[in-house]
């Protein structure tokens, strides 16, 4: 197939490109760069043996995506361009709406007038909200706490009224649980501007030597080790499960949801331990207060996916942290030149 990927040099896109390209599928990729770069698409290309097309494009520009789908005729999307940061959308709320909701109604727009109607969205399990018990299943009412969270929700809404409006759509909703590690090969992975908000890339720069000691944001909860509990998935099984979805609404129209995760939750500090493993070294950290808006622990339930997709996650929380740690080991300020 011919597909578009938008933010396909981002942290997961540019690892379901290499997926994609393996698989035989011919890619091109729309992003703004604004949190990536296109030396994440020049290795894919190393390691695929062949090049995606990157187009330098936003995604709330509509010309541009009239262009893209005018000149490389795709037959589907799968959609990853956005702001991502949780504190950040709290802070700069309309630039997410604008970013990510417009965007995606830009995108969809365009999609239409070139008769595309087969889209897989990368939403995320922050629309479980605070009130659901785990394991999070997908027939759950939603509930997003902050900005970000609620740019996902609606673009689920929208997509549902698309797919409801004519039988023609076929849309994938993942909701990804905590994207972690990087290609085995250590040549793509995380790149993360500024100080990591997440927990992985945050100790794979202690350990590197970028930053002093980790802060593990709460010690008190009521979790088996008093630290927050997460789905952590390694990013080539979640490469893998998009594949498997495009596969699935290739045969099947309508509107999908799927948990990506692996059905167990591991602690903060399990998640370190198993990266001092990875490196061979003590990772200095220090119990710190608690992160405002963190749930004390979720996982997900990934029945659906394995029923339907015939999809489950295959690698460890050690290899997760093994790949992490080679990436980051042999890229120490990621595709930024040492
Ligand atoms: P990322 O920031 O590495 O990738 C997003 C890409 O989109 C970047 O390359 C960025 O330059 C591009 N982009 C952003 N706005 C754009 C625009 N207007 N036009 C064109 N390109 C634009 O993030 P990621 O971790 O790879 O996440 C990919 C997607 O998955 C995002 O939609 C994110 O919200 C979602 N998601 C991520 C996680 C996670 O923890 N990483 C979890 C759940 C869902
Ligand atoms: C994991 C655990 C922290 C950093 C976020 C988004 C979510 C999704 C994935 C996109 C928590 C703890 C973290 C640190 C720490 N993204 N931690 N010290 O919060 O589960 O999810 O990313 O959709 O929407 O909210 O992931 O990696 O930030 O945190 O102790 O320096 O690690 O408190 O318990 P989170 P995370």
Redesign the pocket.
Known sequence: MRILV????????SHTVLTLLEAGHDVVV???????SPEALRRVGELAGREAVLVE????DEAALDTVFSEHSPEAVIH?????AVGESVQIPLDYYF??VA?TISLLRSMERHGVRTIVF?????VYGEHNPSPYVESMEIGAMNP?GRT?EQIEDILSDLGASNPDWRIALLR?F??VGAHPSGRIG?DPQGIPN?LVPFIAQVAVGRREKLMVFGGDYDTPDGTCLRDYIHVVDLAEGHVAALGYIAEHGGVHRWNLGSGTGTSVLEMHAAFEKAVGEPIPYEIAPRRAGDLPAFWADPAAALADLGWSTTKTVDEMCQDHWRWQKDNPKGYSPA
Do not use: Q
């Open positions: 938008t933010g396909g040099t981002g942290y997961i896109g729309v992003d703004n760069l604004v949190n990536s494009a936003d995604i709330t990853f361009a956005g702001l991502k970013n990510n965007g990368s939403s995320s399990a922050t970000y996902k990804y905590n994207p995380e997440n």
